[in-house]
């Protein structure tokens, strides 16, 4: 929904219907998920594909993309979901391990990105392990493009068993 928005808006922008002060210049993508089969309202297409074509073309506008996974729910383990690493491998990727959850709680792992992002803007971004910070809702837009458009994701590496962003590092492995 996120990227669909707000392909709709830059195209309403590039035709000059909207300012262009009004298509988000980064969005963030919080456990996304994405149904497993072709979609007679979609064309007959994936979601999955859709997404990656729009943002595609998004990031050719300078549209900043990232992605923050904390759940199985974005693949539901292969039966329904399409875990689309296509898409994650065009953002600025990483993924959060809510161990506090224990392995059951699925949507409460799944809600954990939405809340985990946002707690985040109160801290600088999470250290890599290594060297460098991963990316966060408080990075900067160029530091996010940087990472967006690197062969880099970051998994969670210190941090995993508390809630509070505060004790996060990341360590960083090829997309």
Known sequence: MAIAVTEKLSDAAVAGKIPAGLVPKRVALLDPAYLKAD??????????????TAVTKLKARGIIFETLRSSAASNSFGVIGDANEGLLKMTAFRE????YFNATQIPEKHGAAVWSYFWEFAYSPATVVGGGTAPSSSATDAATKTMMNSTKKYQHDQGAYTKTPADDTYKSVTK
């Open 96 to 99: 959060l391990k809510p161990w």
């Open 39 to 52: 979609a007679k309202w979609l064309g007959g297409k994936w979601a999955g594909e859709l997404a990656r």
